[in-house]
DNA sequence: TATGAATGAGAATTCATTCAT
DNA sequence: AATGAATGAATTCTCATTCAT
């Protein structure tokens, strides 16, 4: 999954951004100067393969985000139901930091003003169908789950998503502990949410037979 | 609620900022040339009263974050329960682009590593009781709707907080157009999040009569 | 000797400017906030007194090398020889920090190419006969050991006063610890200082008369 | 000597700075601007080579009073004894008028309060062995000259050099002309120090005879 | 292909001086 | 007369990008 035809020094690159981050420094703020450096390669060098320092940040973490998920994807197949998909997502996220790092930068990402955002925005515009990325990760366990239930209409579809999506980004508030006043433990915190969207699962599917 | 004591230089320099970043300006490109520019006054002016780029900006933050909480949080009020209230502050992010920016900024920034965000957090650590953040907010809208309720686990409240938040997030990510894939309206996304939320604190509230 | 005539405010402004280099401060670096501030007055009001900044640090170093001097001469009146007067003017410099720094501050001013540097001179240039500064009071040594020998040419008398000369910044060198190689203590670096000045002008006395 | 594994970058700097001051340039109102445009290179290329202006600064005048010191150390090797080669170095100050500037300067930074200094002073301390500055080359002076006499002690060889250091300084000060009322010429002058500074070393070797 | 030395545009910050009160 | 808020020119330093080797 490294040999996606990436040269070997756009994946050092790329990794070189990720592994920077993953020691929490500013994304806006990293020079090319420590990407290469970190990289192992010389400054010239990253410009034969970006056409700017952009290009190296936004495509590292198109690049993370697409290998966290499509990860997930492969690993979660097994899982019995949504819930459980749900949990083992969290539990990942809460085993490892980076990959909660990488997607939540990512996300943090998407909805800057910055060059960054922009060319990160186009990449996830411009993408192959094979490419997963974190929607495509959460469209797919809504269809799974609801696979047999005839007539979704899209706007349900979409009400799923983003109930779901919004379950996850409030674990990943959670742990960033952006919010020092909480005090939940995780394990309380991931029952909750998993919980919760069973039952919001089992309601909607509920009101739909009722329709 | 403006007249808090602000010098009309310091003010002058968050108006600058907030419609900066409203008008698309990514926050951690902005100068202070541009500020001061936008705010009317010389450069050197600007710090007389900050003593560095970071605290304008965090400043601003803070400014527009405390403004709009508590505009919203006097203006909900009447409001008849907290689905109503959310949808209130829903149709007010709505409304006014501006508030979801702000509000919206600061939340991002308030996860950022920049140093703007570690000011910022600090002013939030720091801030006055009578200050309201957008934490407050929610734990108001929280605390209101449980207030009959007798057994509030700290961890239960915190988890209904984390919940309205995650769907707010929501909103807003929508609202920026993040997920240009989804085509909810604006109005069917509001109501399902308000049906979402209410379904939620009902279900709460029935497993703890049972409990 | 302080009520020359000076106003209370440029008063306060030269003993600010001695103040903040006697704690050490450097010179070249000296801001107007610094200075007025330790006056004890405002920023704009000092420029009621002085036109520009280099005005009163200029002003500052000679009114303090002027009160050095004039006080050093009506002091040293009564010792009986150049040695002792010497003796007298390096123990004044040990005992009081303040003076060394003062006359070497000065003195160092004074060839340097700084703006400071030509305000002080300039001073100097246009001094009244009655304001002594270094070069006066050396003079005076130096004529008052010679009164009562015939026939001294002015290069004489002008080696000498460098001679002397020399010898101070010698010892002031040595107080500034700017030669820390050297381990001499102070008492005996100003015997040899002054056995070196006695025997120079007693083989400059034979010399003559041997001419 | 400038191929002291000086990178030509560093040397061009050194030279700028160097011609800079002996131009009459105030050392501590130079700005890199200047600097960079003297030697001639990108003020972005300065930055390759030293961390801060005050390195450039300080390193210049350390480089150059090494590089004066080296060669006056070579080239009096010759002359025959300690009256003959201070009269070298005399006549080595008369004629390069920027010889003289630049010990002067030196000497004149080292008993700064300025960043400046500081730096030059550290450099002075951690120099290496074989790196001559003023200091050495008036100890090499007077140990060359008591070299069999026996039983110097460390007070009596410290004296010597303060005795040499003085009569240096003096003829700098005449040179500098910074007392303009001295009408000496200069070959007087020199005559003089010269003289004094036999009859001084002729007395102190009678009296450890005598002693 | 790989490099890193060289560059200069651009940013933050400081501070002498002015001037309205 | 006294003030200090306001200013912007000037300065240091950074860093994306280029290009000769």
Redesign the interface.
Known sequence: MDGTGLSPKKTAVYEAVIEL?TE??????LTVAEITAKAGIGKGTAYEYFSNKEEMIAGALFYAMKNVCQSLCRRFEHEKDLCAKVDFILMDMEEHFANTNCF?RA??V??????I?AKL?EMV?KKREDEIVF?DLVRMLVDKEMEDVTGLA??DR??L???I???I??FA??Q?G??Q????ESS??RA?ICR?IS??IE?FKTSMIGA
């Open positions: 981050f929490g420094a500013d994304l806006n703020n939540f996300l943090h998407l909805m800057d003003h910055s060059a955002s925005r515009r929607m899209q706007e979409e009400y998503m983003m109930m999506l919004s379950k980004i409030c508030l959670y960033f952006a919010n006043e909480l005090h939940l309380v915190m909750l919760n039952s919001e309601s």
